[in-house]
């Protein structure tokens, strides 16, 4: 029987890599995808391999660039002719005051965390479609629903991720294809490194949990979501340690 194939972008590191091994351990054939790290991408990948007796393929380019997307699907479609499953995961935060944020920077970060959603949907949707059957997920952040301070235009891109999710689930259900988005709180990647001792402690006072999830806990609830019956959809599901 041939074996179900999964998207990850963004998957050399954090969330993305904890991901790419729990569906590898669960005998997928994963599609990885990351924009800078491709050799270390290739190594992790044949480890897998050798380990889970699976196929890979590794997909270096920038998913912000839709020629990139356009590109990695051709490729996709000659590996194994599409995904069963998309993790929307590749993402990229910015600090600092509104007003001190270029115009550049604000294109960068719309079209990294929001364009390549629907670069990566619009081109895996075809062949879900002609398979009646996928799950797409999109890896969301609780600042997309309620916003942060010094991050607006992070949460407005992840806020706009989940109106896309809301959206293209009611559009896609007739076909049943799943979309739904897990807002994550803080999980302990090198997306936070920039917090100080202090900072981190601080966060970690107001998570009712006390402490900020591993990309393992993370990973193992977007296995969750691809394993969800197919009436739920549409849905942005909070991953946050009672945080909000
Ligand atoms: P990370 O920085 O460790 O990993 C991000 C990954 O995205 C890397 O593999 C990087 O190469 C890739 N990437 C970035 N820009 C890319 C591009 N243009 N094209 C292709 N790949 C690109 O971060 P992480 O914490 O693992 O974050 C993964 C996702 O989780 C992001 O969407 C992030 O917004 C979201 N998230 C993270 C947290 C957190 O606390 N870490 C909280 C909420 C949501």
């Not at 965390?113 to 999109?138: D, E, H």
């Not at 601080?202 to 977007?222: H, N, R, T």
Request: aromatic fraction near 10%.
């Amino acid at each position: 029987m041939k074996r179900k194939t999964v998207l990850i972008t963004g998957a050399s590191r954090g969330i993305g890599r904890a991901a790419a091994l729990i569906f590898a351990q669960n005998g997928y054939d994963l599609i990885l995808n990351c924009a800078h790290s491709i050799s270390e991408l290739n190594i992790f990948a044949k480890e897998l391999e050798m380990k889970y007796h699976i196929q890979t393929l590794c997909c270096g380019g920038d998913v912000s660039d839709y020629t990139f997307v356009c590109q990695m699907f051709r490729d996709i479609s000659t590996f194994c002719g599409g995904v069963d499953v998309l993790i929307n995961n590749a993402g990229i935060t910015y600090m600092g005051l509104l007003s001190d944020m270029s115009f550049q920077d604000w294109e960068h970060i719309l079209h990294t965390n929001l364009t390549s959603a629907f670069a990566c949907c619009k081109c895996a949707i075809p062949y879900m479609v002609s398979q009646k059957s996928g799950k797409i997920i999109n890896v969301s952040s609780e600042w997309g629903l309620y916003g942060a301070s010094c991050e607006a235009a992070y949460s407005a891109t992840k806020g706009g991720l989940n109106a896309f999710t809301k959206a293209l689930a009611k559009e896609l259900a007739p076909s049943n294809i799943q979309v739904n988005a897990a807002a994550f709180g803080v999980i302990d990647t090198d997306m936070n490194l920039s917090l100080s001792p202090s900072e981190r402690d601080q966060l970690k006072s107001e998570i009712p949990a006390g402490y900020f999830a591993s990309p393992k806990e993370a990973a193992e609830f977007l296995w969750q979501l691809a394993n969800s019956p197919a009436y739920l959809t549409g849905q942005i599901i909070s991953f946050d340690g009672g945080w909000f």
